[in-house]
């Protein structure tokens, strides 16, 4: 389903991904992890073209991705939705019309600027709304909502695409750990009920264990694991994250127990 091989990015001198070659046969939800600057983001946004790769090639079912121009880039595109850590939602405007910015390289130019929706997307946002449980909230502004509900708002938002790809480039580093746990049971849905692919970079190990079928760890831009969440040891993890003998997976968890842990007890 997805083939990527071979795939660098050069910035200067730093190859942010390097020779990075991965293939994916079915829908999965996919967790990629690694320190900071291991070039996770790059990875992503190559992938849905934010990003034109330096070498290699990306193929989704037969069609070359990396190469696409104008018109068949922007089909991709929408083939292809990204949720973003900082959610990235149009603050003033209502959650609806948020939502229904997903079909917006769908629509002509007129329709856009006079926020022209057809009846049957209005009701279909709504509907996505309703189903990740925050219908009650669709007439406010995106900025009245919390950052959990902010980010489901972009999860809609995504789902309104119709995309058989969602990328998630850190979906809960800005939540609490209910929030976060939250948002991350809307993206397993998501792929389970509709069979898309995710995936998602993750900055905490426990996250990727718990929600993915499989994990890619990247370090210093290259793929130094790929396997099941049950291979992703602590020594796998370790080397993941270029860490010492005294890593600690509490210091890369979100989980309540972990943090709990994290907080000295009092006497
Ligand atoms: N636009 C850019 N120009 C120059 N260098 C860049 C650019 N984007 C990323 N890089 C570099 O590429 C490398 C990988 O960055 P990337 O953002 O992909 O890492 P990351 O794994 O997402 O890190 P983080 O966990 O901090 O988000 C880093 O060395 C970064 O400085
Ligand atoms: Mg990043």
């Not at 079915?26 to 992890?33: E, W, Y």
Request: hydrophobic share 40%.
């Amino acid at each position: 389903m997805l083939k990527i091989e071979n795939l660098t990015k050069a910035f200067g001198a730093v190859n942010a991904v390097d020779n990075v070659t991965i293939e994916v046969d079915r829908p999965m939800m996919i967790g990629v992890i690694g320190a900071s600057g291991a070039g996770k983001s790059t990875l992503l946004r190559m992938l849905n073209r934010l990003e034109t790769a330096t070498s290699g090639t990306i193929t989704v079912e037969g069609q070359e991705i990396t190469g696409l121009k104008s018109a068949d880039k922007r089909r991709w595109q929408r083939d292809c939705a990204m949720i973003f850590q900082q959610f990235n939602l149009v603050p003033r405007m209502d959650v609806v019309s948020n939502v229904l910015h997903g079909t917006l390289n769908q629509r002509s130019t007129l329709a856009t600027m006079f926020n022209l929706y057809p009846t049957a997307d209005i009701h279909r946002a709504i509907d996505i709304l309703d189903r990740l449980g925050i219908a009650a909230h669709a007439a406010k502004r995106a900025e009245a909502l919390s950052g959990g509900q902010q980010q489901r708002v972009a999860i809609a938002r995504a789902v309104m695409q119709d995309p058989k790809i969602v990328l998630a480039d850190e979906p809960i580093a800005s939540l609490d750990p209910m929030n976060a746990q939250i948002v991350m049971d809307d993206l397993r849905r998501i792929h389970d009920e509709d069979g898309r692919m995710v995936i998602a970079n993750l900055h905490t190990l426990d996250t990727a264990r718990r929600y993915c079928d499989r994990v890619i760890g990247m370090r210093q831009g290259r793929v130094v694991f790929d396997g099941s969440p049950e291979q992703l040891t602590t020594g796998v993890a370790r080397d993941i994250y270029g860490a010492d003998a005294s890593f600690s997976e509490a210091a890369t968890s979100t989980s309540i127990d972990a943090l709990e842990q994290k907080i000295p007890q009092r006497a």
